[in-house]
């Protein structure tokens, strides 16, 4: 099992049954989560939900952060106009490796609509034991958090 984490969690309606599902998971596996909402499956807008998520993270209260919604294409725009943040959108094992070991992503943004929950749970596991790579990429990430 990998280091267990503080981990801020959000989700627009389209994304709440994932988020419930993947906190369980992270719950039982001995991380810390909180979540920020929403608190349902009824329509509303990301941008409530996903900006305090991300600026959790950004502000270093949690160690990673994971935002849902539909496609995840959203949350992780909203995600990444918080500075600190780097969020991908993974919608397999090998990309959620990438974010990890190549831009030491901070935030992970998955689509309810676009994976299983079982893909979804395998997702997080693997982003969560990823460790950034350094070396080349490191140069690159730095580049980002000047922008």
Known sequence: ????????????HAGFKY?????????TEGHTVRDFGTYSDAS????????PT??????GEFQRGIVLGGSGNGEAIVANKVKGVRCGLCWN????????SH??????????????????FKIVRV???????????????QKIEVI
């Open 44 to 51: 509303c807008d990301y941008p409530d939900w996903i900006r």
């Open 103 to 120: 831009n030491d992503g901070n935030v992970l943004s998955l689509g309810e609509r676009t994976v299983t929950l079982e893909e979804a």
């Open 19 to 27: 988020k419930e599902a993947i906190i369980a998971m992270l719950l």
């Open 54 to 59: 991300a600026e959790a993270v950004a502000r």
């Open 1 to 12: 099992m990998p280091t267990p984490y503080t981990i801020a969690i959000g989700s627009d």
């Open 127 to 141: 982003w969560l034991a990823t460790p950034f790579e350094g070396g080349r990429h490191l140069p690159r990430v």
């Open 93 to 100: 094992e090998q990309v959620a490796i990438w974010n990890r």
